[in-house]
Every structure is written in structure tokens, then in C-alpha cells.
């Protein structure tokens, strides 16, 4: 508890208390009816204590309105977003849920409770026991104005964070509404008036969880972005295949006619070299069944490109396609300066199991971290082609020095950077 002495009276330093038998001035005015002398204590700095000095006897309302709502509204909080992204690193969700739906949902509930904090006026605090022009009356009909004054600024701030919430920018939103809070403290210590540290918490709450929200929205799209990249892809290296298998038929039916000429013909030499070559074709009738009924089955690739990412960044991933190739140069397409060199194209019939432990021999290294699906390493050549060995034994080729003409011919004619 602290002394609360009423208007008029001279304040006393902090933290004094009246001692025994203490009398007020014979010039100060008797204290309001009702008033009281003993509040719950609330830490006063020196500057509350010049506030109160100079302005509790003579009360200036339109002022008091002026410096909350200036103060309020046109303060400038000097953060740089990009910076607070950047130290920030990688996005860690506040409020973990599964979907986008979930935090609306956990939206809507916390909303609720805001609503019921304002209802029952737990929002914000006050003292009830404020005079003003010697009245107790008039100190809470103030009271209650501008503390409806400072809630609804308190409010816009935060609506005006949330309706420009984007990716970095929770930790300069959250700084606004925690120096909002603030300032109403400050403007309001003569009557004890603050944004309570519940209703605090709670819009605190809600930008956390709108920044997740969004996020979470962002992450989906891009997880579906990605799974019609993926399905196209099935769909070509489909179409590839099944155009293939019937290439092969046609073959294979034309050797089979060939074959039973050459034969009613008498001719064995030609036959047993047809013989040679329809069994070849029926062994790649094999493979495409197989590639085109296993989903599992298709290439590694390991490829790189300095011209667009540098030395030491290295690209690992897998392709059902027919001809491998036909992928590697679609990456290489006009997002790109130049074509990506291959370090290896090596066949697997569990490719995505393959893909998935290099993967993980090189997680660390990843140059998005955020994004998993992104398959771009800080690696060399030589290392994944150790850990590739590791995995399948021998390799018939790997290129360790794989690097593109078109960006070997440029770079001579690239200007000098100072």
C-alpha cells in the first residue's frame, strides 16, 4: 500500500509515509468526501512524481486528451523490418497447429476473449478513488472518458498491426503495441491508468498467432505449388514412358515378322542376330513396364551451377523421366543465366529412397533452411560422390570438374567489379 494524498495536498518524496500523529497544512484543502488515503502501492518514478506535482491541482483536460492522442498516433517506431527478418533467421511458429484452419480457429477464440475483456472492463485499470476539482464524481467520470480514450487508441494500434502483418514484421508489431501500453501508463499515473497485463497478453496473442496464420497460409502454398510441379512432372515422365512402351512393341513386332522370314527363309546367321536384338528390345520393354509401374524408380541427379549460385552449391535431385537430361536442361531453363553442368545421372530402382539419404547426409548444409523441399547444397562434388559410393558401391562415372562452357566464355568478358 502507498499513501495516496488528495488534490491540493503537497506530494511527498517516494517512499514516505506519514508518521504518527501527522496533520495536513492549515492551506491545503480538506480532502474530497470518501477519499482514500491508502491505495495498492504502484512503483512511481521520479518523473509520475514531477507529473503529479505540476498537474494534479490544477487539472488540464484537453491537454491531458492532446499529448494521449499524439502520442499515441503519430509515434514512430524506428525498426527496420528487414533487419528484424534477418536476425530473426528462420520463421518459429509461436503457436504450433497443423493447418490454417486451426489458427483461425484459435483466432476466433482468442477474439472472444478480448471482446469479453472490454465487455467487463478487465481491459484496462484505474483508480477508482481519482478526484478531480475536489470530486471523487467528476475524478471517475475522467477517469472513464480517458480511459475509453486510451483503450481505443491502444486498440487501433494493435488493428493496424494486424491488418500489415507480413513475414519479419511480429517483432516490430509486437514492440508498437508493448510501447502503446507504455505510453498510456505513463499519461495515466496520476489516476493509476494502464492497459491491464491480461488484456496486454491477449492482443500480444493474437499478432502471434495472425503472424503464424499467415505463415502457415504461405507454407501451404507453397506445398501446393510444389505438388503440381510434382504432378506434372509424374505426368510427363508418364507420357514419356507410355510412349516409349509402345515404340518398343512396334519394334518388337516388327523383329518378330523379321525374325520368322529369315527363318522360313533358312537364312540362321540374320536370325540369330534378329534374335539378339528382339531380346534386347524385350529387356527394355522390362525396364519401361517397370519404370512406368514403379513410382520408386527413376535417376539421381547431381548437378551444379556456378555462373547462377556460386562455387561449393551443388543441386541433388531425383526424376522419372525417360531421358534424364530432358529435367537437367528444363532446370536450366531462362530462370537461370546458364545450363547446370551434371556431376552424375545414376539409375535406382528406390531413386526417391536414394535422393532422401542424401538428403539427409547433407541437411545441414542447405542453403534454404526453411524450406525443405528446396534441394540446393553447400557441398562439393567430391563429398557427395563419397557418400553416393556409401550407398550403392561403385559408380561407372561421376564428373568432379563438371562446369558449363557458356559460363567459362562469359566470366572473360564480365566487368571488373571494384
Request: hydrophobic share 40%.
Amino acid at each position: 500500500m502507498r499513501f495516496n494524498p488528495p488534490p491540493g495536498w503537497q506530494v511527498p518524496p517516494h517512499p514516505w509515509t506519514p508518521p504518527t500523529g501527522f496533520r495536513k497544512e492549515e492551506n491545503w484543502p480538506d480532502p474530497p468526501e470518501g477519499w482514500q488515503f491508502w491505495i495498492d502501492y504502484v512503483e512511481v518514478e521520479s518523473e509520475a512524481t514531477e507529473v503529479m506535482t505540476e498537474q494534479s491541482s490544477d487539472l488540464d483536460l484537453d491537454l491531458l486528451r492532446v499529448q494521449i492522442e499524439t502520442e499515441l498516433r503519430s509515434r514512430i517506431v524506428e525498426l527496420d523490418d528487414k533487419l528484424v527478418l534477418q536476425e530473426a533467421g528462420i520463421y518459429e511458429y509461436h503457436h504450433p497447429l497443423e493447418s490454417a484452419d486451426q489458427y483461425q480457429e484459435a483466432l476466433e477464440v482468442i477474439r472472444a476473449e478480448i471482446r469479453d475483456s472490454i465487455r467487463n472492463k478487465t481491459a484496462i485499470l484505474s483508480n477508482s478513488q481519482f478526484a478531480y476539482d475536489n470530486s471523487i464524481a467528476k475524478g471517475g467520470k475522467l477517469v472513464a472518458e480517458l480511459s475509453g480514450l486510451a483503450l481505443n487508441a491502444f486498440n487501433q494500434e494493435v488493428e493496424n498491426c494486424l491488418r500489415t502483418m507480413k513475414a519479419g514484421t511480429l517483432g516490430t508489431a509486437i514492440k508498437r503495441v508493448t510501447q502503446s501500453a507504455d505510453k498510456i501508463k505513463k499519461f495515466g499515473r496520476m489516476m493509476d491508468l494502464s492497459i491491464s497485463a491480461q488484456f496486454l497478453s491477449l492482443r500480444i496473442n493474437e499478432l502471434e498467432l495472425t503472424a503464424d496464420y499467415l505463415a502457415k497460409v504461405e507454407e501451404q502454398k507453397q506445398l501446393q505449388r510444389e505438388e503440381r510441379e510434382r504432378l506434372r512432372e509424374e505426368e510427363k515422365a508418364r507420357k514419356e514412358l507410355e510412349a516409349q512402351r509402345e515404340k518398343l512393341l512396334k519394334e518388337q513386332a516388327h523383329f518378330k515378322n523379321a525374325l520368322e522370314t529369315l527363318i522360313e527363309q533358312g537364312n540362321s546367321a540374320d536370325a540369330a542376330v534378329l534374335e539378339s536384338r528382339l531380346k534386347e528390345v524385350q529387356e527394355a520393354l522390362e525396364l519401361n513396364d517397370y519404370r512406368l509401374n514403379n513410382v520408386r524408380a527413376g535417376y539421381v541427379y547431381v548437378i551444379s551451377n556456378e555462373g547462377a549460385f556460386g562455387p561449393g552449391v551443388l543441386k541433388i535431385g531425383m526424376t522419372r523421366r525417360l531421358e534424364p537430361m530432358d529435367r537437367v536442361n528444363e532446370l536450366g531453363d531462362a530462370s537461370v543465366p546458364f545450363r547446370f553442368s551434371v556431376h552424375a545421372l545414376f539409375f535406382s530402382e528406390d531413386a526417391v529412397g536414394l535422393e532422401g539419404q542424401l538428403h539427409e547426409a547433407f541437411a545441414d548444409r542447405r542453403l534454404n533452411q526453411v524450406n525443405v523441399r528446396k534441394e540446393f547444397f553447400f557441398a562439393t562434388p567430391t563429398e557427395v560422390r563419397e557418400v553416393l559410393v556409401s550407398k550403392v558401391g561403385a559408380l561407372l562415372q561421376f564428373e568432379e570438374t563438371a562446369i558449363s562452357d557458356e559460363y567459362l566464355q562469359s566470366k572473360q568478358y564480365w566487368p571488373v567489379r571494384h
